[in-house]
Nanobody
């Protein structure tokens, strides 16, 4: 069955860096992957997306210039390198497979999700 598993979250201080990983299994076709995050009491929000071959990436304005999404298809892994972390980046981070549709930033266009990994940034 399809499975996405995130890892790499943790507790860091403002200004630190962290790299999240998302390992996918059971996916047989080319697929784009997105990262989302959800803070307590807030809606899940788009962070970044990468196409299958990595040639196209998209970022939320709030993370542009600080976060970098990449992938290694040989390892079925998508990464989210986060730098210059801020307390407002604190959230549970999820990776998901993009299922299609025009609005790549909308969670409704993603069909398979991981369980999430917690990122906490202290000030």
């Amino acid at each position: 069955q399809v499975q996405l598993v995130e890892s790499g979250g943790g507790l860091v201080q403002a200004g630190d860096s962290l790299r999240l990983s998302c390992v996918a299994s059971g996916l047989t076709s080319n697929y784009a992957v997105g990262w989302f995050r959800q803070a307590p009491g807030k809606e899940r929000e788009f962070v970044a997306r990468i196409s299958y071959y990595g040639s196209n990436t998209d970022y939320a304005d709030s993370v542009k210039g600080r976060f970098t999404i990449s992938r290694d298809n040989a390892k079925n892994t998508v990464y989210l390198q986060m730098a210059s972390l801020k307390p407002e980046d604190t959230a549970v981070y999820y990776c998901a497979r993009y299922g299609g549709g025009h609005r790549y930033y909308s969670p409704i266009n993603y069909d398979y999700w991981g369980q999430g990994t917690q990122v906490t940034v202290s000030s």
